[in-house]
């Protein structure tokens, strides 16, 4: 206990003093003293009582605070000293004038109390822990709080009088650089899940994985710098900021603390190398992320996927009229198709177009065929899937794009979130501004439009530049809607785009929009009586109707089934779409300007022989004097999808075999996009015939006569005519075709 006249000077230097009992508890009712210093006549009465062991400072009174090293915690001195170097050295880099601001003392334990005067003097705080400690190596002592005194005990030059008030940035650094030592236990994240899912293999999960493998510093390096090294950890300080750091991240967990409020990270959270990746693309949906990780090889899941068994028969191609050959897929892919078809009914025909569709997306301008020197294609693909209201066409599409369509609608999630972002930050005073880490406008990174205008498709698509797909329900509104404007229809951009050109819209009523390289899959649905208005002369004449592609499936509705899909097998195909998708997403190349610069595949030997005999026997085909003419217009845009269909099927192969791209089109992609452009040939040649039908028999319908007049007419000509088909034309039931068919045999 210090001698009465150092407490007595102490009291006239401006502090409060209490008596403390051997336990370290005051012996005396002391809350009056945080507010009011005692006098020295009344500090004499109590600096005499026979309990008192200890004289007490406290803190919090004329604005002293403290920072309570305490290094029992260690169990050898070389630790201590280690760590009390270390800090103190870190302290004096970090604070100017440090020795000039604060007072040192040492106490009985080895620790340390650290003085100064703040006019933000709080509570008192417990700052750091050590890992496998429970009890705090740096503590506060502020309101509410007292230290002992240790006069005499000074490591500086000064003295308790010496303390200076600091300003609120060095309190800032000095709270910043203490809670750096502090060990925050890492939390697993955990992975909402909707069902439970059972996976082969062990049961190592993807983020699990990903924490493994993957370092934070590897994944915000481009927003902050390591600027220093302890025993257990690193310090980071974040680009631009004016503070000393911003936080730590930890050498054995690898994981982030973040003090500063300056990032979009939260402060005082701790980030697994998983959470910062789910933070910085998937706006903290640790779902998306795990499923992603999953989609490109991390945990077990993946690796396993190849081993799921489809327990089903394999349906008939009799089973089938015109049935889609879908043996031009990788047998995976297959199976998932059959299996769709067992269980939700889906039409293996709209799932074959989507998934030509949906490669054709991911593929985008990414890569091209060169069939010879100034001649090279993309993947682009237009298709039409047609069938009467309720046979299941969108189902059918879903069912194949869902991986990609939510993909697309995460990162229309992500854009609003960043964009709520930068007008935050952009409302922020320009002193805010540079406090804060700089916000740049987000690009739009969607990738698949429902509806959309041709101008905003195509600034859409500059900041896409591997292409924009068009999923449509319903097509129909969607094609009369291209010849819009007066000047410049939009239908001559459609055709444009088609075989990869530049568009480029001047409109007197908005801003000029240009894209180099259109690439703008389609794909929807259409109902066939309304084919029949687009079977027009201009349709025929500017090669519109020639560039789709059509499919017309015989397909009945279908009574609920029992069968069951399973979530695994959905788990399945979606990482499958998604690590193609991901894959071709990384493996873009671009110029310095950022334009895309395609991945180009030529033929081997023998798929060049191949492609040349199919060239030729199209060719041989429009020289026919036994091929329809109507039919012949649309056989020179098959010359060009056997060479599209041919880099799909080559991608996808190289998909299969975890390739990222394959350089040369093998003979056996070009003897599958034969039969696939066989198949759309005759599906085209059943539509126009169709629809030549079904116009020259609306042209005998009369709507001032009766039904039964018209069905006369219609049934006297055309006897072999579904009843189904007629019942449409006449917009009758099939019942009363079935009675008119009676009353007109008996007559």
Same mark, same amino acid.
């Given at each position: 206990?210090?001698e009465?006249?150092k407490?007595n000077r102490?009291l006239e230097e401006g502090f409060?003093?209490i008596t403390?009992a051997d336990?370290?508890?005051?012996?005396?009712?002391?809350k009056q003293y945080?507010s009011?210093a005692?006098t020295?006549?009344e500090f004499q009465?109590i600096?005499s009582l026979?309990?008192?062991d200890n004289?007490?400072?406290?803190?919090?009174?004329?604005?002293?605070e403290?920072?309570d090293?305490?290094?029992?915690v260690?169990?050898t001195?070389?630790?201590?000293?280690?760590f009390?170097?270390?800090?103190?050295?870190f302290l004096q880099d970090?604070?100017y004038?440090?020795?000039?601001k604060?007072v040192i003392y040492?106490?009985k334990?080895?620790?340390y109390h650290?003085?100064?005067?703040s006019?933000?003097v709080?509570?008192n705080?417990?700052?750091a822990k050590?890992?496998g400690?429970?009890q705090q190596?740096?503590e506060?002592?502020?309101?509410?709080g007292?230290i002992?005194?240790?006069?005499?005990n000074?490591?500086?030059?000064?003295?308790?009088k010496?303390?200076?008030?600091?300003?609120d940035?060095?309190?800032d650094?000095?709270?910043?650089i203490?809670r750096?030592y502090n060990?925050?236990?890492?939390?697993?994240?955990i992975?909402?899940?909707k069902?439970k899912t059972?996976?082969?293999g062990?049961d190592?999960t993807?983020?699990?994985?990903?924490?493994n493998?993957n370092?934070?510093?590897d994944?915000?390096g481009?927003q902050?710098?390591?600027?220093?090294?302890?025993?257990?950890k690193?310090i980071i300080?974040?680009?631009g900021a004016e503070?000393?750091?911003?936080g730590?991240?930890?050498?054995?967990?690898?994981?982030?603390?973040?003090f500063?409020s300056?990032t979009?990270?939260?402060a005082e959270?701790l980030?697994s190398?998983?959470?910062?990746y789910a933070?910085?693309?998937?706006n903290?949906?640790?779902?998306?992320?795990?499923?992603?990780l999953?989609?490109?090889?991390?945990?077990d899941r993946i690796?396993?996927?190849?081993?799921?068994?489809l327990?089903?028969?394999?349906?008939k191609?009799?089973?089938?009229n015109?049935?889609f050959p879908?043996?031009v897929?990788p047998?995976s892919?297959?199976?998932?198709m059959f299996?769709?078809?067992?269980t939700l009914?889906?039409s293996?025909?709209?799932?074959g177009?989507?998934?030509?569709?949906l490669?054709?997306i991911?593929?985008g301008?990414?890569?091209?065929?060169?069939i010879?020197?100034?001649?090279?294609?993309?993947?682009?693909?237009?298709?039409?899937?047609?069938?009467?209201a309720?046979?299941?066409?969108?189902?059918?599409?879903s069912s =194949?794009?869902f991986?990609?369509e939510n993909?697309?609608?995460? &990162? #229309?999630?992500n854009y609003i979130?960043?964009y709520e +972002?930068y *007008?935050?930050?952009?409302e922020l005073?320009k002193?805010d501004?540079e406090?804060t880490?700089?916000?740049?406008?987000?690009k739009?990174?969607?990738?698949?439009?429902?509806d959309?205008?041709?101008?905003?498709?195509?600034?859409l698509?500059?900041e896409n530049?591997n292409g924009?797909?068009?999923l449509?329900d319903e097509?129909?509104?969607?094609?009369k809607?291209m010849?819009?404007y007066?000047?410049?229809g939009?239908?001559?951009h459609w055709?444009s785009?088609w075989?990869?050109?530049?568009?480029n819209l001047?409109?007197?009523?908005a801003?000029s929009?240009?894209?180099d390289?259109?690439?703008l899959p389609?794909?929807?649905?259409?109902q066939?009586?309304i084919m029949?208005t687009?079977y027009?002369d201009?349709?025929k004449?500017?090669?519109? =109707?020639?560039?789709m592609l059509?499919?017309?499936?015989?397909? &009945? #509705?279908?009574?609920?089934?029992?069968?069951?899909m +399973?979530q *695994?097998?959905?788990d399945?195909?979606d990482n499958?779409i998604m690590?193609?998708?991901e894959?071709?997403?990384?493996?873009?190349?671009?110029?310095?300007?950022?334009?895309?610069?395609?991945?180009v595949s030529?033929f081997?030997?023998?798929a060049?022989?191949?492609?040349?005999?199919i060239?030729?026997?199209?060719?041989?085909t429009?020289?026919?004097?036994?091929?329809n003419?109507?039919m012949?217009?649309?056989?020179p845009?098959?010359?060009s999808?056997?060479?599209r269909?041919?880099?799909i099927?080559?991608?996808?192969?190289?998909?299969e075999n975890?390739?990222?791209?394959k350089g040369?089109i093998?003979?056996?992609?070009?003897?599958?996009a034969?039969?696939l452009?066989k198949?759309f040939v005759n599906m085209?040649?059943?539509?126009?015939?169709s629809?030549?039908?079904?116009?020259?028999?609306?042209?005998d319908i009369d709507n001032?006569?009766t039904?039964y007049a018209?069905?006369?007419?219609v049934?006297?000509?055309n006897?072999?005519?579904?009843?189904?088909?007629?019942?449409?034309?006449l917009?009758i039931s099939?019942?009363?075709?079935y009675?008119y068919?009676?009353?007109?045999?008996?007559?």
């Amino acid at each position: 206990m210090i001698e009465i006249n150092k407490c007595n000077r102490l009291l006239e230097e401006g502090f409060s003093l209490i008596t403390v009992a051997d336990n370290k508890i005051p012996n005396i009712k002391w809350k009056q003293y945080q507010s009011k210093a005692a006098t020295i006549e009344e500090f004499q009465s109590i600096y005499s009582l026979d309990s008192t062991d200890n004289i007490g400072i406290v803190t919090g009174y004329s604005d002293l605070e403290c920072i309570d090293v305490d290094l029992k915690v260690f169990s050898t001195a070389k630790e201590k000293v280690e760590f009390w170097e270390e800090y103190l050295s870190f302290l004096q880099d970090n604070i100017y004038d440090f020795n000039d601001k604060f007072v040192i003392y040492k106490t009985k334990n080895a620790g340390y109390h650290i003085l100064y005067k703040s006019k933000r003097v709080e509570g008192n705080l417990k700052i750091a822990k050590l890992k496998g400690h429970t009890q705090q190596v740096i503590e506060t002592r502020g309101v509410g709080g007292y230290i002992f005194t240790y006069e005499g005990n000074n490591v500086t030059e000064g003295t308790y009088k010496d303390a200076q008030y600091i300003s609120d940035e060095d309190r800032d650094i000095l709270f910043s650089i203490s809670r750096t030592y502090n060990y925050i236990e890492p939390v697993q994240e955990i992975i909402p899940t909707k069902t439970k899912t059972t996976y082969s293999g062990s049961d190592l999960t993807s983020w699990d994985d990903f924490n493994n493998t993957n370092h934070v510093i590897d994944l915000i390096g481009s927003q902050f710098k390591i600027i220093r090294q302890l025993n257990d950890k690193y310090i980071i300080k974040r680009d631009g900021a004016e503070s000393a750091h911003s936080g730590y991240i930890f050498k054995d967990t690898g994981c982030m603390y973040l003090f500063s409020s300056g990032t979009s990270f939260d402060a005082e959270k701790l980030y697994s190398p998983f959470g910062v990746y789910a933070h910085l693309n998937y706006n903290d949906d640790f779902s998306a992320a795990a499923k992603q990780l999953y989609s490109e090889g991390y945990g077990d899941r993946i690796k396993n996927v190849e081993k799921i068994e489809l327990d089903i028969q394999e349906v008939k191609k009799q089973d089938y009229n015109d049935v889609f050959p879908i043996e031009v897929f990788p047998e995976s892919l297959q199976k998932y198709m059959f299996l769709c078809n067992k269980t939700l009914n889906n039409s293996l025909d709209y799932m074959g177009c989507s998934m030509l569709f949906l490669t054709s997306i991911i593929v985008g301008n990414s890569q091209q065929i060169e069939i010879k020197k100034g001649w090279k294609e993309s993947a682009n693909l237009w298709m039409a899937l047609i069938g009467k209201a309720g046979v299941g066409k969108t189902p059918s599409i879903s069912s =194949i794009t869902f991986p990609l369509e939510n993909a697309n609608n995460r &990162e #229309i999630k992500n854009y609003i979130k960043d964009y709520e +972002r930068y *007008e935050a930050y952009m409302e922020l005073d320009k002193k805010d501004k540079e406090l804060t880490q700089e916000i740049q406008i987000p690009k739009k990174s969607q990738f698949i439009v429902n509806d959309v205008t041709l101008e905003a498709l195509i600034e859409l698509h500059n900041e896409n530049s591997n292409g924009i797909g068009i999923l449509k329900d319903e097509l129909a509104g969607f094609f009369k809607d291209m010849n819009k404007y007066r000047e410049g229809g939009d239908k001559e951009h459609w055709l444009s785009s088609w075989s990869g050109k530049s568009i480029n819209l001047n409109r007197k009523t908005a801003k000029s929009s240009f894209v180099d390289r259109a690439f703008l899959p389609i794909l929807g649905g259409i109902q066939p009586s309304i084919m029949d208005t687009f079977y027009t002369d201009e349709n025929k004449d500017n090669g519109f =109707i020639d560039r789709m592609l059509f499919c017309y499936p015989e397909i &009945e #509705i279908e009574y609920y089934s029992e069968n069951e899909m +399973r979530q *695994e097998h959905l788990d399945w195909y979606d990482n499958y779409i998604m690590r193609f998708y991901e894959t071709t997403k990384k493996n873009i190349q671009t110029t310095e300007d950022g334009d895309i610069l395609p991945s180009v595949s030529k033929f081997s030997p023998e798929a060049k022989k191949e492609f040349v005999r199919i060239q030729n026997e199209i060719t041989d085909t429009q020289k026919s004097d036994d091929e329809n003419e109507y039919m012949k217009s649309m056989l020179p845009k098959q010359k060009s999808y056997v060479a599209r269909f041919a880099l799909i099927l080559n991608t996808l192969e190289a998909i299969e075999n975890k390739e990222t791209f394959k350089g040369e089109i093998t003979k056996d992609s070009i003897l599958k996009a034969e039969i696939l452009s066989k198949y759309f040939v005759n599906m085209a040649k059943k539509i126009k015939t169709s629809s030549i039908e079904r116009t020259q028999i609306k042209s005998d319908i009369d709507n001032k006569k009766t039904n039964y007049a018209n069905f006369c007419t219609v049934y006297a000509k055309n006897k072999n005519l579904p009843r189904t088909q007629i019942a449409e034309l006449l917009n009758i039931s099939r019942t009363q075709v079935y009675n008119y068919i009676k009353k007109y045999d008996r007559n």
